[in-house]
């Protein structure tokens, strides 16, 4: 019934606290793909995404991990930076905002959320090539 609303609900028993999301509080705080965008600098590379195991948790930014929005884990990128990833293989692409370090192996250059990767088809292949265009809006 939640979902059908636009609200997600789920349960942190680690840290012991709901977390409950709307489709308006996941839009609101990102920039649209039919905004204009400069792209500023573009990458390619392999892409992973991470989703409930860590959902709840404290990114490096501060912010709660939430694998229902769209952001995503890069190694140097300022947070705030928002990011349009194209998955090569289905060449869909997602608007993300980096809140988050990571990812922690060399042969990747970005980690996805749970509902980013799922956005462009990346999630049940674990990982994929990427374009990565960094936005300056």
């Known amino acids: 019934m939640t979902e059908a609303l636009g609200i997600q609900v789920d349960w942190d028993g680690t840290n012991k606290h709901v977390l409950i999301t709307t489709d308006n509080d996941i839009n609101d705080n ?8 400069e792209v500023t600098e573009t990458m390619n590379g392999t892409a992973s995404w991470y989703g409930s195991d860590f959902h709840g948790s404290n990114t490096a930014s ?6 229902n929005a769209l952001t995503a884990a890069h190694p140097t990128l300022p947070f705030g930076t928002n ?6 293989r289905t060449n869909e692409s997602v608007i993300v905002r980096i809140n988050d370090r990571g990812p922690f192996s060399p042969d990747r250059i970005i980690d996805l959320s749970k509902k980013a990767a799922d956005t462009i088809g990346l999630k049940p292949h674990g990982l994929g090539e990427v374009t990565i265009e960094v936005l300056d809006k």
């Open 83 to 88: 990011v349009r990833v194209t998955f090569k």
């Open 30 to 37: 990102y920039i649209k793909d039919n905004d204009e965008h």
């Open 62 to 67: 501060g912010e709660t991990y939430d694998k």
